[in-house]
């Protein structure tokens, strides 16, 4: 390509960028740039660098470093000014936009709680075999009732009754032989000389608490 062509490539690709920065008024770097443009208009990202910088040299676009990046922007001085009817349609459209915005985010709450139930919940093959290993437990409890029915050795309620009785009655047996038991070897130890365990184990006496035996409840 001659020096003529290049130029006047350079000049064309200055020029798109300066409408763009002027139209958008917004910060942008060098690949942002470029990438949003190459498509419409086919610049390569070498002649986009190499424009923003003669832009930025001529003093026609701003540029601010940060880092090793740097972004170019619109001087705000160049651009016409904005009438009071003009900066009230902005204001306007601002209120607009923050509405929109509320309301979208209020939406994108709502979605979120939606979406976070609806990972908590049961999948519909989970609740399928749910319900089927639910249905196995209510078969096999109906089986074992069926038979506890059909049985014919239930206890009838004389028989409960006489149970109880007799268990009540040797509840009470036993509580009265360990007391008679234990007074009568404490009075024992009360002349023995040496400690209770010794003479136990000499005696060879085994207690409840030994065998880990305790009274029964009271059916």
Same mark, same amino acid.
């Given at each position: 390509?001659?020096? #003529?062509?290049?130029?006047?490539?350079?000049?064309?690709?200055?020029?798109?960028?300066?409408?763009?920065?002027?139209?958008?008024?917004?910060?942008?770097?060098?690949?942002?740039?470029? #990438?949003?443009?190459?498509?419409?208009? #086919?610049?390569?990202?070498?002649?986009?660098?190499?424009?923003?910088?003669?832009?930025?040299?001529?003093?026609?676009?701003?540029?601010?470093?940060?880092?090793?990046?740097?972004?170019?922007?619109?001087?705000?001085?160049?651009?016409?000014?904005?009438?009071?009817?003009?900066?009230?349609?902005?204001?306007?459209?601002?209120?607009?936009?923050?509405?929109?915005?509320?309301?979208?985010?209020?939406?994108?709450?709502?979605?979120?709680?939606?979406?976070?139930?609806?990972?908590?919940?049961?999948?519909?093959?989970?609740?399928?075999?749910?319900?089927?290993?639910?249905?196995?437990?209510?078969?096999?409890?109906?089986?074992?009732?069926?038979?506890?029915?059909?049985?014919?050795?239930?206890?009838?309620?004389?028989?409960?009754?006489?149970?109880?009785?007799?268990?009540?009655?040797?509840?009470?047996?036993?509580?009265?032989?360990?007391?008679?038991?234990?007074?009568?070897?404490?009075?024992?130890?009360?002349?023995?000389?040496?400690?209770?365990?010794?003479?136990?184990?000499?005696?060879?006496?085994?207690?409840?608490?030994?065998? #880990?035996?305790?009274?029964?409840?009271?059916?």
């Amino acid at each position: 390509m001659s020096k #003529g062509r290049e130029a006047a490539a350079g000049g064309g690709a200055a020029a798109v960028l300066l409408r763009y920065l002027r139209e958008q008024n917004r910060p942008y770097s060098a690949q942002d740039a470029f #990438g949003n443009l190459q498509r419409e208009h #086919g610049l390569g990202k070498a002649a986009v660098v190499k424009a923003l910088e003669q832009l930025a040299q001529q003093g026609r676009v701003r540029e601010k470093a940060y880092g090793k990046q740097k972004i170019y922007f619109a001087d705000q001085e160049q651009l016409p000014a904005a009438s009071d009817a003009e900066l009230r349609g902005l204001d306007g459209e601002i209120a607009t936009r923050s509405a929109q915005l509320q309301a979208l985010q209020q939406s994108c709450r709502h979605m979120e709680a939606e979406l976070k139930d609806l990972n908590s919940s049961m999948t519909t093959p989970e609740i399928a075999r749910e319900i089927e290993a639910l249905r196995k437990d209510c078969a096999s409890c109906t089986e074992k009732l069926e038979r506890i029915k059909s049985a014919t050795n239930h206890v009838t309620p004389e028989e409960k009754e006489k149970v109880c009785r007799e268990q009540q009655l040797y509840r009470r047996e036993w509580r009265r032989r360990k007391r008679m038991a234990t007074e009568l070897l404490d009075a024992i130890l009360e002349g023995y000389p040496k400690s209770k365990k010794q003479f136990f184990e000499e005696v060879g006496i085994e207690t409840d608490e030994d065998h #880990g035996v305790v009274l029964p409840a009271t059916v």
